[in-house]
């Protein structure tokens, strides 16, 4: 039977309440997490139901569509990330945020 680890559970739950209350302010939303007892979304989303794997996912996600809007999407899709450390993933993320903020700059001078 499918479980999550109770750090991804404690992630879940502060995520969902942070979104609670911060959607309680008048003209303000936040998405919220699919809840920890939505199994069949958490079991296709993070197989093996732990943390790690999941701060894994997010940081392959967060590199890919950060060096797509850096860069293009066809780069990204290049990239291999599954065969990365995370700290080269991290070291990219870091790169290519950089150059957003470069580009962003650019077109504001």
Do not use: H
């Not at 936040?30 to 997010?58: C, F, H, Q």
């Amino acid at each position: 039977m499918y479980t999550l680890e109770q750090g991804l559970v404690d992630l879940i739950n502060a995520q969902r309440a942070e979104a609670e209350e911060f959607s309680k302010q008048p003209g303000c939303f936040m998405g919220m997490m699919p809840s920890a007892t939505d199994l069949e979304y958490w079991e296709s989303r993070v197989p093996s139901g732990t943390l790690k794997e999941y701060n894994r996912i997010e940081l392959e996600e967060s590199v890919y569509y950060a060096v797509a809007d850096a860069y293009s999407k066809g780069y990204a899709r290049s990239m291999r990330l599954d065969v990365w450390t995370d700290e080269e993933l991290q070291v990219e993320l870091d790169a290519a945020v950089a150059m957003i903020q470069m580009q962003q700059e650019a077109q504001c001078s």
